[in-house]
């Protein structure tokens, strides 16, 4: 297993349109995790899985923002009418679910909104 | 918001030298993570402290897990260039699946 993978590792947009962002966990970890991350700060919780039950979100999750996991294996969030306030980095990370145990994260996905 | 308090914001050494940088809350937690992350790239686990007291070491790198549970250091000794980075400390509170992060300590290091 590589780790936690995410794609596409960059995306441009123009604001107002749509993205998707795709998060393939570790193949045994049962809970997956979305952070966005903007330039000087740490990563800020957005949302987390259990499977395929979304058990949290966060306030920084606008009604423009939606993550789902169909299946309990990959998650993909998307965001919806892309404003500038929007360009961050995407990370995505998961874990065992044994407490916070083999938290790993991915490389993550650079959105720019122009 | 970030709830962990994390200094310094960024410290200018020598290489060879140590480095020391710290972490608080108000909160109590259950864990504490040490991660560095390089330009462009995802956060990547350097210590996890899972126990008030717990002292542990990897490589050049050391890292506490306060008593009150309200903090935790991480040292590097003998700095060297690939230590250049952002290090955060992260936290699980008590009763959260989930852990949050500090807004990082930026190390540079002089030639």
């Known amino acids: 297993d590589t780790g936690v993978s995410q794609n596409p590792r960059h995306k441009i947009t123009k604001r107002g349109q749509n993205v998707t962002f795709r998060c393939d966990p570790i193949?045994?970890?049962?809970?997956l995790y979305w952070y966005r991350q903007t330039l000087g700060q740490g990563p800020e919780f957005l949302t987390y899985?259990?499977?395929?039950?979304?058990?949290?979100k966060s306030r920084l999750l606008s009604d423009r923002f939606s993550a789902e996991r169909p299946k309990g294996s990959f998650s993909t969030l998307e965001i919806q009418r892309t404003e500038q306030g929007d360009s961050a980095m995407y990370l995505c990370?998961?874990?065992?679910?044994?407490?916070?145990?083999?938290?790993?994260f991915g490389s993550g996905t650079r959105l720019t909104v122009v | 918001g970030q709830q962990l308090n994390q200094s310094p914001q960024s410290m200018f050494i020598q290489e060879g030298e140590d480095v020391s940088m710290n972490c608080t809350s108000s909160?109590?937690?259950?864990?504490w993570l040490w991660y560095k992350q390089d330009p462009g790239e995802g956060p990547v686990l350097l210590i996890a402290l899972y126990k008030a007291g717990e002292l542990t070491s990897n490589g050049r790198l050391t890292a506490q897990f306060g008593i009150t549970r309200k903090d935790s250091f991480l040292n590097i000794s003998a700095s060297i260039p690939s230590d250049v980075g952002i290090y955060f400390c992260?936290?699980?509170?008590?009763?959260?699946?989930?852990?949050?992060f500090g807004k990082g300590t930026r190390l540079h290091i002089l030639p």
């Open positions: 909160s109590i937690f259950n864990t």
């Open positions: 992260a936290g699980q509170r008590i009763g959260d699946d989930k852990i949050i």
């Open positions: 193949s045994e970890h049962n809970r």
């Open positions: 990370a998961s874990s065992t679910g044994q407490g916070v145990y083999g938290y790993t």
């Open positions: 899985f259990q499977n395929e039950a979304q058990l949290e």
